[in-house]
């Protein structure tokens, strides 16, 4: 009976998860370039060619040669990520790559970049309600 509960939970939360990406695609349509402003078409492509290595397109750090010490980007506030960025270019916070790559970027670069990362949302999912990978 306790499986038959929780398979039904799974199927119930699987359907409904399906829904909600199908409908988070249609209305934020930042897949659809025309949909977005020229400052988040210039950040996006800027965080494309240079950013998404590390931080992702989505700004999670996930993929190629990350480590669990490379900060996830996703829904910081646009101010934060450029002060950090200037700070990188100016020299005043030292980095061996962050330095390199920030100073490639121009102050719009910059603007345009962190407008890009600040708009990306995050939704939180109960722990209790929904099962995940544990962090490893």
């Known amino acids: 009976m306790r499986i038959l509960i929780i ?10 998860y399906a829904e909600d ?13 025309s949909n977005l402003s020229v400052a988040l078409q210039n950040g996006k492509k800027k965080a494309q060619t240079i950013c998404s290595a590390c931080h992702g397109m989505d700004g999670v750090a996930a993929s190629g040669g990350n480590s669990v010490i490379v900060p996830n980007l996703t829904a910081q506030h646009k101010d934060y990520l450029k002060v950090k960025l200037l700070e990188y270019k100016s020299g005043k916070i030292q980095h061996a790559q962050m330095s390199v790559i920030a100073g490639m970027l121009s102050e719009e670069d910059i603007d345009n970049v962190s407008e890009w990362y600040s ?10 309600l929904v099962l995940a990978k544990p962090s490893q």
Not at 8 to 15: G, M, V
Not at 21 to 33: F, L, M, Q, W, Y
């Open 7 to 16: 398979l039904l939970i799974t199927l119930l939360f699987s359907s409904s």
């Open 21 to 33: 990406k199908k409908k988070s695609k249609s209305e934020t349509g930042a897949t659809v370039t």
């Open 119 to 128: 708009r990306i949302k995050i939704k939180v999912f109960d722990p209790n």
